[in-house]
């Protein structure tokens, strides 16, 4: 089941690697600092948002919450937003971005906090756009 999921993802890179359809970084996340450690379609100092999307919307709603091949987390959603008490993807990702930290997509890159800096009202929208990617 694993190798099916993986090789899905796979193509499903290529598929975005071929097309025209890379989606470029919005005007809030340049002026918020987001673009320094991601893009949306390649994965930088952060993962990828598109990664992100797939994960939180796909693949991490039935198997391991991210690419194993790419990156190292094994969690399912579910069990990331129960160690964290949380609902919602939406809900997480919120404190998450706010806060920063590491262990999620990589044990030694840390996101550092992106609050005060960024409102939380713009982080809302962020993580809207992030999550909105691959519904
Ligand atoms: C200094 C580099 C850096 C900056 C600036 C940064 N990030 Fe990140 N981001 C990371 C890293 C590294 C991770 C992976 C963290 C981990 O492994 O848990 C990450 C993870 C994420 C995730 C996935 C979190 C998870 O637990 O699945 C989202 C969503 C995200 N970033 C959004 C943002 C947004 C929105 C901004 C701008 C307000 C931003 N990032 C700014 C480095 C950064």
């Not at 025209?20 to 005007?27: F, K, L």
């Not at 390649?42 to 796909?58: C, E, T």
């Amino acid at each position: 089941m694993k190798s099916i999921i993986v090789s899905m993802i796979a193509a499903a890179g290529l598929m975005v690697a071929g097309s025209a359809m890379a989606t470029d970084m919005p005007d809030l996340a340049k002026k918020s600092g987001c673009t320094a450690c991601h893009t949306v379609e390649k994965k930088l100092v952060g993962p990828a948002w598109r990664d992100v999307s797939k994960a939180y919307n796909k693949v991490g709603a039935t198997g391991t919450a991210v690419d194993p091949a790419a990156y190292k987390v094994t969690q399912k959603v579910a069990d990331i937003l129960k160690e964290h008490g949380k609902a919602t993807p939406q809900a997480w990702l919120e404190e998450k971005v706010a806060k920063g930290g590491k262990g999620d997509w990589f044990d030694t890159t840390a996101m550092t906090p992106n609050a005060p800096k960024v409102s939380a009202a713009d982080i809302k929208t962020l993580v809207e756009f992030v999550l909105g990617l691959e519904k």
